[in-house]
């Protein structure tokens, strides 16, 4: 040794944007604080309002088989190929904690795998670690994708909601040239919820076959594998699901009725427009940042948007023509959310680089696409104003000062580098702060209530746990579901549940059957024909002369 004091290196993740394990450790709680901002602020966070009403209560008496055994729709359990059951059992075998608390705690880890996925795609594309959490942070605003009906970002902890986050992290893993932890990140999102996953994990597997990378497609392989082995050992099942029959006349009228989402003729002629829009805005953006954009990556940023627009007419004529009982399952339909995700990481992304390069009109109006959809499934409407509400002129107000506010501080962030993380956060923080107040969006009404909280713990207390109720009054109301899962005590039928009908003909039978003999208020004799121990009816609509075995400011319980 010559005296000379060796420094040691310093460690490197060996991913783009991130020069030191510390930087990436920095932006993994970046991660975490703007999951907790999505899920307690805006977009929020919600439970037992959509879907989350059927898998509770299928959840619950997977854990306790005595549970709603005389529920039509708790007793045919639809989670056959995805482990969303198997790890929320695990999880509150392990934990000790019931299924609400287990679901939104994945959900509140898995928004910050959703943001982290995201930022690792926009370092890829060259942008800074702090600019990348700029883009991240937009994406997590989340949109409504009007016609399938579905969300960027799930506001209830569903299989779909599970499953993007680690689609974006894949992505994102792929990008950083990290192929085996992409591949593990896809399988698991396909574990979560195939329908979601399928596309993106073909392709993955396309791009990764055609490059010879056969190696790192073995996590991949075992996640299929493992989805297969609990498929096969699934337990509960009182009817399967048919994968291979055909559509009858009678069972597309009820899907029609009930998941007209599945049926695009019913929507594309009022959103196509609105959708050629998005995917011109989405393939402009990627124009401008393609010489920056990894070439494997390019396969997916312009693939991913064009399946989901191809997935129109895939859907129509394997469903609305060859009338094939399994396209309302899969629900190809929904990969129509690639345009719009894609529209707003790629407008982000375009974004940034043309503020950079002192492009200011562009980076405000690549900024304007990009935080449209969080306002309104109808940004053509928003973009080309034809009312005169002044709600409409004000949210088109707001996003361009939005997208302003954003351009400014990625130009002020380059004249100013020291203040570049205070800068970039505060324009990553203003849409979620400002958005849902100022804007006046509310991503999902307002259904509990202290009331149908107390007639849960009514019924769950003081009634056998084989009884079965009915909401006389409740039309297509979303409370019935509310109760189910907060009562474990089983519902005649409710519209939410008929949804069900995508997926078993038995029960689509049944459901219709019962719901045509209760969807107006009977007889209370009439119930107690039906095998109805107890009928809920609101307040107004109480029948006079016979007194509740319960009743609160808003609910009455009789015995028929």
Same mark, same amino acid.
Request: net charge positive; proline share 6%; charged share 15%.
């Given at each position: 040794?010559n005296?000379t004091?060796?420094?040691a290196?310093?460690?490197?993740?060996?991913?783009r944007?991130f020069?030191?394990?510390?930087?990436?450790?920095?932006?993994?709680?970046?991660?975490?604080?703007f999951?907790?901002?999505?899920?307690?602020?805006?977009?929020?966070?919600t439970?037992l309002?959509?879907?989350?009403?059927?898998?509770?209560p299928?959840?619950?008496?997977?854990?306790?088989?005595?549970?709603?055994?005389?529920?039509?729709?708790?007793?045919?359990p639809?989670?056959?190929?995805?482990?969303?059951?198997?790890?929320?059992?695990?999880?509150?075998?392990?934990?000790?904690?019931?299924?609400?608390?287990v679901l939104?705690?994945?959900?509140?880890?898995?928004?910050?795998v959703?943001?982290l996925?995201?930022?690792?795609?926009?370092?890829?594309?060259?942008?800074?670690?702090?600019?990348s959490?700029?883009?991240?942070?937009?994406?997590?605003?989340?949109?409504?994708?009007a016609?399938?009906?579905?969300?960027?970002?799930e506001?209830?902890?569903n299989?779909?909601?599970f499953?993007?986050?680690?689609?974006?992290l894949?992505?994102?893993?792929?990008?950083?040239?990290?192929?085996?932890?992409?591949?593990?990140?896809?399988?698991?999102?396909?574990?979560?919820?195939?329908?979601?996953?399928a596309?993106?994990?073909?392709?993955?597997?396309?791009v990764?076959?055609?490059?010879?990378?056969?190696?790192?497609?073995?996590?991949?392989?075992?996640?299929v594998?493992?989805?297969?082995?609990?498929?096969?050992?699934?337990?509960g099942?009182?009817?399967?699901?048919?994968?291979?029959?055909?559509i009858?006349?009678?069972?597309?009228?009820?899907?029609?009725?009930?998941?007209?989402?599945?049926?695009?003729?019913?929507?594309?002629?009022?959103?196509?427009?609105?959708?050629?829009?998005?995917?011109?805005?989405?393939?402009?953006?990627?124009w401008r940042?393609?010489?920056a954009t990894p070439? %494997?990556?390019?396969?997916?940023?312009?693939?991913l948007?064009?399946?989901?627009?191809l997935?129109?007419p895939?859907?129509y004529?394997l469903l609305?023509?060859?009338?094939l009982?399994?396209i309302?399952?899969?629900?190809?339909?929904?990969y129509?959310?690639?345009?719009?995700?894609?529209?707003?990481?790629?407008?982000?992304?375009?974004?940034?680089r043309?503020?950079q390069?002192r492009?200011?009109?562009?980076?405000?109006?690549f900024?304007l %696409?990009a935080?449209?959809?969080?306002?309104?499934?109808?940004?053509?409407?928003?973009?080309?104003?034809?009312s005169s509400?002044?709600?409409?002129?004000?949210?088109?107000?707001l996003?361009?000062g939005?997208?302003?506010?954003?351009?400014?501080?990625?130009?002020?962030?380059?004249?100013?580098?020291?203040?570049?993380p205070?800068v970039?956060?505060?324009?990553?923080?203003?849409?979620?702060?400002?958005?849902?107040?100022?804007?006046?969006v509310?991503?999902?009404?307002?259904?509990?209530?202290?009331?149908?909280?107390?007639?849960s713990?009514?019924?769950?207390?003081?009634?056998?746990?084989?009884?079965?109720?009915?909401?006389?009054d409740?039309g297509?109301?979303?409370?019935?579901?509310?109760?189910?899962?907060?009562?474990?005590r089983?519902?005649?039928?409710?519209?939410?549940?008929g949804?069900?009908?995508n997926?078993?003909?038995?029960?689509?039978?049944?459901?219709?059957?019962?719901?045509q003999?209760v969807?107006?208020?009977?007889?209370?004799?009439?119930?107690?024909?039906?095998?109805?121990?107890y009928?809920?009816?609101q307040k107004?609509?109480?029948?006079?002369?016979?007194?509740?075995?319960?009743?609160?400011?808003?609910?009455?319980?009789?015995?028929?």
């Open positions: 040794m005296g004091v060796m420094e290196a310093p460690q490197t993740p060996a991913i944007g020069a030191t394990r510390a930087q990436l450790l920095a932006i993994v709680l970046v991660a975490l604080g999951a907790a901002i999505s899920y307690f602020w805006f977009p929020g966070h439970i309002q959509s879907d989350v009403q059927v898998y509770l299928i959840l619950e008496r997977l854990w306790d088989p005595a549970a709603l055994a005389k529920d039509i729709m708790a007793s045919r639809h989670v056959t190929w995805t482990i969303y059951d198997e790890v929320a059992i695990a999880l509150r075998w392990i934990t000790g904690l019931g299924f609400e608390p939104l705690f994945q959900q509140f880890v898995y928004r910050a959703f943001f996925g995201f930022v690792l795609v926009a370092a890829a594309c060259g942008l800074s670690r702090w600019h959490v700029l883009v991240a942070a937009i994406a997590s605003l989340g949109a409504t994708i016609g399938p009906a579905v969300l960027t970002v506001y209830e902890p299989p779909r909601g499953a993007l986050p680690f689609l974006a894949s992505l994102g893993l792929l990008a950083q040239a990290r192929y085996g932890w992409a591949a593990l990140a896809g399988g698991v999102a396909l574990l979560f919820h195939p329908p979601t996953a596309a993106y994990v073909v392709l993955f597997a396309a990764l076959g055609t490059s010879r990378r056969f190696r790192a497609l073995l996590p991949l392989a075992g996640c594998a493992v989805l297969l082995l609990f498929a096969a050992l699934q337990t099942v009182t009817e399967g699901q048919d994968l291979f029959g055909r009858d006349p009678a069972l597309e009228k009820l899907q029609r009725l009930r998941g007209g989402y599945n049926y695009v003729s019913i929507w594309i002629g009022r959103w196509w427009r609105h959708y050629a829009l998005l995917l011109a805005a989405a393939f402009l953006a990627y940042i393609r010489q070439p %494997m990556l390019r396969v997916f940023f312009v693939g948007p064009l399946i989901g627009v997935s129109l895939f859907s004529l609305e023509r060859a009338k009982f399994v309302p399952q899969f629900q190809p339909g929904r129509l959310l690639f345009v719009v995700l894609f529209v707003v990481v790629l407008s982000s992304i375009a974004a940034v043309a503020a390069a492009r200011t009109a562009e980076s405000v109006f900024f %696409m935080l449209l959809p969080p306002f309104t499934p109808a940004v053509l409407d928003l973009l080309f104003p034809r509400s002044p709600l409409v002129w004000k949210r088109l107000a996003a361009s939005l997208a302003l506010a954003a351009a400014v501080a990625v130009r002020l962030s380059a004249l100013r580098p020291r203040w570049a205070a970039i956060l505060l324009a990553a923080l203003l849409p979620h702060a400002v958005i849902k107040p100022l804007g006046q509310r991503n999902y009404p307002v259904l509990h209530s202290a009331e149908l909280n107390a007639l713990q009514w019924a769950a207390s003081s009634t056998p746990r084989d009884a079965v109720f009915v909401f006389a409740a297509q109301a979303l409370e019935p579901g509310v109760f189910r899962a907060r009562s474990l089983a519902v005649y039928v409710d519209w939410k549940a949804g069900q009908v997926f078993q003909r038995a029960f689509a039978r049944e459901w219709w059957r019962r719901w003999s969807e107006k208020v009977q007889p209370l004799e009439r119930y107690r024909e039906l095998g109805i121990d009928v809920v009816f107004q609509q109480r029948p006079a002369g016979v007194q509740p075995v319960y009743a609160n400011q808003k609910f009455g319980v009789y015995k028929p």
